[in-house]
């Protein structure tokens, strides 16, 4: 099973990519085993290898760093919880979109442990939630919020990066990006949906649902 850190405080982001790359250099070379870092970052935004630069609404915000994980323009600060995941695929199979799709059921599966319905969509990666408060969308169909997103990276089919949870972060400070390039929705948090959670209630169901979603 992967070792689990969680990390106490806001982990600059640099910091926390060295430890990435640090980590996943020492599994290449065949000194350590898998990992799972957990942590909370100060705010920052993130571009993935297919950000827009329009996408980038308030360039002066926050600090900006550029990140080789896939995806687009994304948010990280307090209150949200970040699970980055070093995993061998190697033995859990050559599969990149099998692995979003496995991080993608590991986020509903924690959020199940909530009450809360995470689902997913083709064509939009993370995890959304159904909101029947709001009012539908132009098409008719209901209104969605985004409260986990996912970005990943792999090094000789190691991975890098993982998924994101909005506990309870302030939700006013993604409004600098248009997030993960998708408009239209809007994004929520356990909080902002009426679910009491601490980041240590996350880490548990984070921890117990992983054997559920990866297998032993």
């Known amino acids: 099973m992967p070792d689990w850190q969680i990390l106490d405080g806001l982990t ?8 990435m790359e640090d980590h996943v250099a ?3 070379a065949g000194d350590v085993g898998e990992q799972v870092l957990l942590l909370e970052h100060p705010p920052i935004y993130t571009a993935g290898s297919s950000a ?4 980038l609404l308030d ?3 926050f600090e900006v760093f550029e990140t080789r994980r896939g995806g687009e323009y994304t948010y990280h600060g307090p209150g949200q919880r970040i699970a980055y995941t ?4 190697n033995t859990r199979g050559r599969d990149v979109r099998k692995f979003v799709s496995l991080l993608e059921a590991w986020v509903i599966a924690t959020l199940a442990e909530f009450n809360v319905t995470g689902q997913s969509r083709p064509g939009r990666v993370g995890v959304w939630v159904e909101r029947p408060d709001k009012p539908p969308l132009p098409d008719g169909s209901m209104a969605e919020d985004k409260i ?4 990943v990276r792999l090094r000789k089919w190691i991975s890098f990066h993982g998924i994101s949870i909005n506990v309870e972060p302030d939700l006013n400070h993604y409004d ?3 997030p993960c390039g998708i408009t239209g929705y809007g ?7 009426g679910v009491p959670a601490t980041m240590a209630d996350v880490d548990v169901a984070l921890q117990k649902t992983f054997d559920q979603v990866f297998g032993p």
């Open 12 to 19: 600059p982001y640099p910091h926390s990519n060295e430890m």
């Open 26 to 28: 020492s599994m290449i």
């Open 52 to 55: 827009k630069p329009a996408d």
């Open 59 to 61: 360039h002066q915000r």
């Open 86 to 89: 070093m995993l061998d695929l």
């Open 148 to 151: 986990a997103a996912i970005g």
């Open 176 to 178: 600098g990006i248009v």
């Open 187 to 193: 994004v929520t948090s356990l909080v902002d949906l």
